[in-house]
């Protein structure tokens, strides 16, 4: 008899217990060894440009990328990401919109303990972007058959401070060009360093190294000398209400090979995750958002 009560009751503590929430966890460029929760879907929604302070010479390009990410299991996520291209600038006669390429990924978090954390990340590449656009660096969407597999460390110092370390291998497929001879593009190495630090429950700040290292100089026939590219990234990311966190970040070319591409990068978005079974949860009054704590002042 007391062993089926406390059966039920354990039962009832577990459906009623409420899901955790998404939490600012993530980095930007960086994987960290967090996975979306089993069950749960994110979805995501970011812009990112690429400008030089001589807007003339800044690459052409800029980005709207829908995703989704979905918890699998426990420590095992899909992900899914669109991608909408902006070519040229807004009011001149080369300015096109283009679709980009489908990136596919899974990830698996096969260790998690309080200090430390492992996983594996890949992906395949659909090759549906405009591989024609020499000025496409192979990083972004170029129209060709990639894969990349990554190893995944994360280190926790403490509750809210982390650092992650990636490395990972990219082939890059070959570019048709039309009429003009195909161009195969050189495999590369990224390896990449983040360390974030949680001021609170909703409110995280990350600092970043992404360097990716082609095996040829030539990465696009136009971009001839160009093979090692380092970027440094603060990341800013906030949770405005339950499940949504906002995110802003800008990254600051390091090496001449990457400057001379562009020089920083924009990138504003916001991810959404909810459990899949009942559905998001919208806030219905101001007391549902997220807003920083305002200190008390003492008494005198």
């Known amino acids: 008899m007391h062993t089926r009560l406390l059966v039920f009751v354990l039962a009832a503590v577990c459906l009623v217990a409420p899901r955790a929430q ?45 995703s989704l990410r979905f918890g699998i299991l426990d420590n095992l996520e899909v992900n899914l990401y669109l991608e909408l291209l902006a070519l040229g600038l807004p009011g001149e006669d080369e300015f096109e919109l283009a679709f980009g390429d ?26 549906t972007g405009p591989s024609e656009e020499d000025g496409i660096i192979p990083s972004l969407s170029d129209g060709t058959w990639d894969w990349e597999g990554t190893l995944i460390g994360e280190f926790r110092a403490t509750k809210d401070l ?21 161009f195969d593009v050189p495999d590369a190495v990224q390896v990449s360093l983040a360390g974030t630090y949680n001021l609170d429950k909703f409110t995280m700040l990350g600092l970043e190294v992404v360097s990716r290292i082609y095996f040829e100089d030539v990465i696009t026939p136009v971009w001839r000398d160009n093979a090692t590219q380092v970027e440094i990234i603060p990341v800013l990311r906030h949770e405005a209400f339950p499940g949504l966190v906002l995110e ?22 916001g991810t959404y995750e909810f459990d899949l079974a009942s559905g998001p949860k919208l806030p219905t009054k101001e007391e549902d958002l997220r807003r920083p704590k305002v200190p008390s002042r003492r008494r005198r």
């Open 22 to 66: 998404a939490r600012p966890y993530r980095a930007i460029i960086t994987r960290t060894a967090e996975t979306t929760q089993s069950g749960n879907l994110e979805l995501g929604l970011r812009y990112q440009g690429f400008f030089a302070l001589d807007f003339e010479e800044s690459q052409p390009y800029q980005q709207i990328s829908p």
């Open 102 to 127: 489908i990136p596919v990924g899974l990830q698996w978090s096969f260790l998690k303990t309080p200090k430390v954390a492992l996983g594996v990340y890949g992906r395949v590449t659909l090759p």
């Open 162 to 182: 982390r650092f992650m370390l990636n490395g990972g291998y990219f082939h890059q497929g070959t570019r048709d060009r039309g009429t003009l001879p195909d």
């Open 248 to 269: 802003a970040v800008a990254g600051v070319a390091v090496t001449p090979e990457l400057s001379e591409i562009y020089q920083f990068r924009v990138l504003l978005g």
